[in-house]
């Protein structure tokens, strides 16, 4: 998330994880760089991960994706999407019936027709994140009262020197009480939520500001391609990268790279569609 800037399209169907635990993100057909000087666009992220300030209108900064990110990990430990609107005045309302009606302070930044709905909506006073992510949705053995039992009690599950020895339930309803926060001047950042104890155990200097990838090449997109050419394309982009990243020996040795591809068969065309109000939540075939 440091090294992408509004990808404006993060959603648990864009995510994929091999069994090693590397993560990449998928489908960046609605991202944008920073400092952009074009349009941001209003009608971006499928709605369920939708920021408040881009429902309401507003402008937005990369933390708009620290949102989305709160929501998918809301998601994972509650086993559901968190605010399933049916339309984008339904998902504000689920917003704000769990995590109460906002400040005086962000309504003033809110143009004023939208302005005058907001504050005409009922308050709500929201719900503690204790309330919103209880123990009872954690692994018994990361609770705090479990923890306090004993050292020996928690060496049952993994060594005291393993990472997991040290996270908490309530440490990761202090991070989604930081990201899910309607308010995106108060909302955490990328660097701050690097930094956060739940996080910070996987903290890697060197993964963390490696420098950013090459610009990308749009040569390739300016130019017609029939289905079987898009396909050689992508595998050859994928090979190469291999060549150079992932083969002993090659620049990236030893790094996490991308998922490996394996070269007996080139791989399935990608069903690359801008998820919008009508295919919210639904897996990208690939």
């Known amino acids: 998330m440091k090294l992408v800037n509004h990808k404006n399209d993060l959603k648990p169907s864009n995510i994929v994880v091999k069994s090693d635990c590397t993560l990449k993100i998928l489908d960046?057909?609605?991202?944008?760089?920073?400092?952009?000087?074009?349009?941001?666009?209003?009608?971006?992220?499928?709605?369920?991960?939708?920021?408040?300030?881009?429902?309401?209108?507003?402008?937005?900064?990369?933390?708009?994706?620290?949102?989305?990110?709160?929501?998918?990990?809301?998601?994972?430990?509650?086993?559901?999407?968190?605010?399933?609107?049916?339309?984008?005045?339904?998902?504000w309302n689920k917003i704000i019936e769990q995590l109460g009606t906002p400040s005086q302070d962000f309504m003033s930044r809110l143009q004023p027709t939208v302005r005058n709905y907001v504050e005409n909506r009922p308050r709500y006073p929201g719900y503690s994140f204790d309330r919103l992510f209880p123990d009872v949705l954690f692994p018994a053995e990361s609770t705090d009262h479990n923890?306090?039992?004993?050292?020996?009690?928690?060496?049952?599950?993994?060594?005291?020197?393993?990472?997991?020895?040290?996270?908490?339930?309530?440490?990761?309803?202090?991070?989604?009480?930081?990201?899910?926060?309607?308010?995106?001047?108060?909302?955490?950042s990328v660097d701050e939520a690097l930094m956060h104890p739940y996080i910070n155990v996987w903290y890697d200097e060197a993964e963390v500001n490696a420098p950013a990838p090459g610009p990308?090449?749009?040569?390739?997109?300016?130019?017609?391609?029939?289905?079987?050419?898009?396909?050689?394309?992508i595998y050859k982009e994928v090979m190469d990268y291999e060549l150079v990243y992932n083969s002993p020996g090659g620049a990236g040795a030893g790094a996490r790279?991308?998922?490996?591809?394996?070269?007996?068969?080139?791989?399935?065309?990608?069903?690359?569609t801008a998820d919008g109000d009508q295919d919210q939540h639904r897996p990208n075939h690939r």
């Open 28 to 91: 960046f057909g609605l991202a944008r760089t920073a400092g952009t000087t074009f349009m941001m666009t209003p009608y971006v992220v499928t709605r369920y991960y939708r920021a408040p300030e881009v429902i309401l209108g507003m402008g937005y900064t990369e933390n708009v994706d620290i949102w989305s990110v709160g929501c998918i990990m809301g998601e994972m430990i509650r086993g559901g999407v968190l605010f399933p609107g049916t339309d984008h005045i339904d998902q």
């Open 147 to 188: 923890r306090l039992k004993g050292e020996e009690d928690s060496d049952r599950y993994w060594p005291k020197h393993h990472s997991y020895y040290w996270i908490r339930a309530s440490q990761a309803r202090d991070l989604l009480s930081r990201m899910l926060v309607i308010d995106p001047e108060r909302r955490i």
């Open 216 to 233: 990308y090449d749009h040569s390739v997109d300016d130019r017609e391609h029939t289905v079987d050419q898009w396909k050689e394309l």
């Open 257 to 272: 790279g991308p998922a490996t591809t394996h070269a007996h068969a080139p791989p399935a065309a990608t069903n690359a």
